[in-house]
């Protein structure tokens, strides 16, 4: 059985509030996990301490145990003291793409050539 450990969601519409719970990765977002570690509320302000509450000591038992957290909870967790998160980056997905790289080129072209009619004048 593979354990993750992530966040379930409850609230209202549009007013979000999570709880980190371990669950079954077959089971449904929403649906039935197997213990709940914390409550996740992003609506509060940064700084406020009820924020983020998560029992770090169950969170590392689980991970022992061999539970993955998703992406989410493994940044929630590293700003509470539980592991360390992998750093990410895929540098190539940021760059531009071809029609935006050639409307880049057009423009520069423009620039130049204006640059060196004001420089004749």
């Known amino acids: 059985m593979s354990l993750k450990i992530r966040l379930s969601r409850g609230g209202a519409k549009k007013r ?12 449904p977002r929403d649906g039935r996990f197997i213990e709940r570690l914390g409550t996740f509320d992003p609506l509060k302000a940064k700084d406020a301490a009820d924020r983020l509450v998560v029992d770090a000591e169950k969170a590392k038992e689980w991970i022992a145990k061999g539970a993955t957290p998703t992406d989410r909870v493994a940044r929630l967790l590293e ?13 190539e997905k940021a760059k531009p793409k071809k029609k935006a790289q050639e409307r880049a080129a057009a423009a520069a072209a423009a620039a130049e050539k204006a640059a060196a009619e004001a420089a004749a004048e």
Do not use: E, T
Request: a positive charge; charged letters at 20%; zero cysteines.
């Open 79 to 91: 700003s509470v003291g539980v592991g360390q998160r992998a750093a990410r980056s895929n540098p």
């Open 16 to 27: 979000p509030f999570y709880r980190i719970v371990i669950a079954d990765s077959r089971s």
